[in-house]
């Protein structure tokens, strides 16, 4: 490597964008590639070595459902034989006693399950499938195991005020780490914002909550919580800086920089199966166009906090101020913060959400 | 907290040791650490055998030019921070 870019540390490895689920708020990329454009175990082994050679401590390993491929397992084996770290990020849907065993068997250090709620209702309805149920079985087969896990939360409007649940359900688990992620507004998650957004009210009250529960937790789980960034008085480090820590493989192999990286036009990523993962880090386009400082504009250009958060996110710059390359619209030095005001007013003046009225939900859908 | 002398640390289920680049580190779900000299001594005696005393003991031999109390004081620390991240239980 040379000694201008750091290393890229986390892969964070779509396997698939098939999915048993359909959640409203995906981070999948509209437009999902098809089964039949999948890379093979073989090129994901390749792509595991190279991480690892360029740095790479950790391989996520995620999708769509991870498990919708069949040869998870020997992924999970070959993730371990490169030396990373193996974490499962996972719906936990295609489940069962016996492949979990398998998985841990193969070498899995951590296993990542997300829920959608504490409740039945509410989680079924923002999946869109019946799968609440088979989670609550999930966690008691993850018990027969030493292996890490983490009960994933993603927050908004119509669960945010069951948190209280869902530490419960985490405690009632073998979880040493609990993840209340907010909701991040690109792809599926934008289409649905209005009904996705939280007032400003739940999340005061929901800040409160993960300051105390920090502190009584202690010592026995580690409670990580995403503050909701809209509602931020700065913009979030997004993927720790463009180009600087993490990088994403598409399940046909585009290399990305973040997860919605294609939303932002005048960008070709390059593919694995084409180029080396080092060189790809160290040379793409792609990947140089918002590392470091020279792309920025005033006013994070002269601005004491651009070290700390890269002028915060490019893609929510596209889609907000329809240039990646202007601050983040939700920084409150930035030009656009009262674009993001005027949408909180509208959701926080309109009469109390009715989590019971089911919202028109814009569902994912899954690839052919 | 403030570890048990008599307790026996062990690394947590999915913390373990790796190594990249001749670096060694200390692997988490979501989060690694370098380990470096006393670090990594301390992290390799987290294996539910030794106690906390015998770590102490055992670094205070390696550190001899150090204060004992301050390499104790400095262990006991570095103990509790793992805990605090979930890394390490402590067996008794």
């Known amino acids: 490597m040379t000694s201008t870019v750091p290393n890229p540390l986390a892969l964070i490895a779509e396997l698939t964008h098939r999915c048993p ?54 992924l999970i084996r070959a993730a371990r034989a490169a030396g990373l770290y193996a974490n499962l990020i996972t719906s936990g849907l295609p489940l069962d006693e016996a492949k979990l065993a398998a998985l841990v068997e193969a070498g899995l250090d951590h296993i990542q399950l997300s829920f959608q709620g504490a409740r039945e ?18 966690l008691d087969w993850v018990k027969q195991h030493r292996i890490a896990l983490t009960l994933n939360f993603v927050i908004h409007r119509c669960n945010i005020d069951q948190l209280e649940e869902m530490v419960a359900l985490a405690e009632s688990s073998s979880a040493t780490r609990i993840e209340f992620a907010n909701v991040q507004y690109y792809g599926w998650a934008f289409a649905n914002r209005e009904n996705l957004l939280p007032t400003r009210r739940q999340v005061n009250d929901s800040a409160e909550f993960m300051k105390r529960e920090q502190e009584r937790l202690r010592g026995k789980i580690r409670l990580e ?5 809209y509602y931020a008085k700065y913009p979030k480090p997004c993927m720790g800086g463009w180009g600087r820590k993490l990088m994403l493989i598409t399940p046909s192999g585009d290399a990305l920089p973040c997860h919605a990286a294609q939303v932002i036009p005048g960008l070709s990523f390059e593919n694995v199966k084409d180029r080396s993962l080092g060189e790809i880090w160290e040379q793409s386009s792609a990947f140089q166009k918002f590392r470091g400082e020279d792309w920025m504009q005033l006013p994070c250009k002269s601005c004491d906090r651009r070290e700390l958060d890269f002028g915060g996110c490019r893609c929510q ?25 005027a949408m909180l007013t509208g959701i926080n003046t309109a009469p109390s959400p009715q989590v019971f009225v089911k919202p028109p939900w814009l569902y994912r859908p899954n690839p052919a | 907290m403030i570890p048990d002398p008599n307790s026996r640390p062990r690394l947590a289920p999915g913390c373990r040791l790796g190594e990249n680049n001749n670096q060694r580190v200390l692997l988490m779900p979501e989060r690694a650490l370098r380990l470096n000299g006393p670090s990594l001594e301390i992290v390799e005696r987290c294996d539910g055998k030794h106690t906390v005393g015998q770590i102490v ?32 239980d402590f067996d008794l």
Request: aromatic content about 4%.
């Open chain 1, 21 to 74: 689920l359909h959640c409203v708020y995906c981070s999948n990329p509209l437009e999902m590639q098809a089964r039949a454009n999948e890379l093979s175990t073989e090129i994901w082994s390749r792509v595991f070595r190279e991480a690892s050679e360029a740095g790479v401590l950790q391989a996520d390993l995620t999708g769509g459902e991870p498990l919708a491929r069949t040869d998870l397992v020997d």
């Open chain 1, 121 to 138: 209702d509410t989680a079924n309805e923002i999946s869109g499938t019946k799968s609440h149920a088979h989670k609550l079985r999930v």
């Open chain 1, 225 to 229: 919580f995403v503050v909701p960034d």
């Open chain 1, 317 to 341: 710059a596209l889609l907000l101020a329809g240039d990646a390359s202007a601050t983040d619209p939700v920084c409150s030095l930035g030009p656009l913060r009262p674009k993001i005001d």
């Open chain 2, 57 to 88: 003991a055992e670094l205070q031999k390696i550190y001899s030019k150090a204060v004992p109390e301050k390499v104790q004081e400095d262990i006991l620390g570095y103990l509790a921070l793992l805990h605090d991240q979930r890394a390490l």
